[in-house]
């Protein structure tokens, strides 16, 4: 099977770049929202068709410049960067000779679960929620986007109304096949 990334990363060392992650969020989180405070500030001198200059664009640009530069870090090592807010990143790895993902987000402490098949849905109509792999209830409403990586431990919760979604997935294959119910017990990370 041919292999999607040239980089694969251990448990360990993708545990070992956490510490580098969080500083980067934690300086994404602090750029971004002045990038979003000088481009409203821009806004009625553009709109008046003035041309912009001074210290607040060069300002601007530096932090753009920057922002750019921290999303490089997670590209050079092909660490896929998934919601920037949520500071939410799959490391690609390798586990009985098939590509896998190790999912972390910022607000966890370690890398808990791993990805079998990515698969997105979306909620057309009713509401309803997942579990997480701490068992946390993850509300879902109509309009809602739902992405669960490639074997991050989950469920569906109780369905109290009727609740009608989109489901996709990444490969050209049979939907109920490859989204077989697999034992979180048979996580890599367990083993």
């Not at 300086?27 to 068709?49: C, D, M, Q, W, Y």
């Not at 530096?62 to 807010?85: A, M």
Request: charged residues 30%; glycine residues 6%.
């Amino acid at each position: 099977m041919p292999l999607q990334y040239t980089r694969h990363y251990t448990l360990p060392e993708a545990r070992e770049l956490l510490p580098k992650l969080r500083e980067w969020f934690a300086e994404l989180n602090e750029v971004t929202p002045r990038i979003h405070k000088a481009e409203k500030s821009f806004e009625p001198r553009l709109t008046a068709g003035e041309d912009l200059g001074g210290r607040g664009v060069v300002e601007w640009a530096k932090n753009l410049r920057r922002v750019h530069e921290l999303l490089r870090e997670f590209q050079s090592r092909e660490i896929q960067l998934k919601d920037v807010e949520r500071g939410l990143v799959d490391f690609p790895a390798i586990l009985d000779e098939r590509e896998v993902f190790l999912c972390w987000e910022k607000a966890e402490d370690n890398i808990t679960h791993w990805h079998d098949i990515d698969n997105c849905g979306y909620v057309m109509e009713g509401s309803g929620y997942v579990l997480n792999e701490k068992g946390e209830k993850v509300p879902l409403s109509a309009g809602d986007k739902l992405h669960i990586p490639r074997g991050a431990i989950h469920a569906e919760g109780t369905v109290t109304e009727r609740m009608v979604y989109i489901v996709g997935i990444s490969v050209p294959e049979n939907l109920f096949e490859v989204l077989t119910l697999l034992d979180p017990k048979d996580s890599p990370l367990n083993q």
